[in-house]
């Protein structure tokens, strides 16, 4: 059954085989199938990254991009301030798989792997069916 969300966030010079070693890591280290997974979400400005479109096209996922201001409506267990400072969003992978899967519960909370070059991959897993309720979104349930 397809019912998760990954939300990616990375830096520069990644690869597509860079992320799907990374996916598949978090992936295998939760004992989760690569085959449950809906689609990829991730930051609106990696929308053109050749890494991310060979990897949703190698897996047959959905792509789907949120802007720093989608993102920062979502509460995350885990703000980050170097992301903010780079992005000007509190959270990009968890933000990600949550608005994604529409949810409001994260399955797997953020992850950081390294390359082998030492970039960044940072990744998140959410479940579709735990739906977001109305909520102010930065903080707190209404």
């Known amino acids: 059954m397809k019912n998760l969300w990954a939300g990616i966030g990375f830096q520069g010079g990644v690869t597509g085989t860079d992320l799907e070693t990374a996916l598949l890591n978090v992936l295998q280290a939760h004992a989760l199938s690569a085959q449950a ?13 050749q890494a991310l479109q060979d990897l949703a096209q190698a897996w047959q996922l959905e792509l789907q991009f949120f ?8 509460w995350t267990p885990n703000p980050s301030q170097q ?6 969003a509190r959270s990009v992978a968890e933000a990600a ?9 994260l399955i ?12 960044a991959i940072t990744l998140a897993i959410s479940q579709v069916g735990s739906d977001l309720p109305e909520m102010d979104r930065c903080n707190r349930v209404v």
């Open 37 to 49: 997974l809906i689609g990829i979400a991730s930051l609106d400005r990696k929308r053109n990254s």
């Open 67 to 74: 802007s720093s201001e989608e993102l920062n409506s979502l």
């Open 83 to 88: 992301a903010f400072i780079h992005v000007q």
């Open 97 to 105: 798989a949550l608005g994604g899967a529409k949810s409001a519960q």
């Open 108 to 119: 797997i909370p953020k992850q950081i792997y390294r390359t082998a070059s030492q970039r």
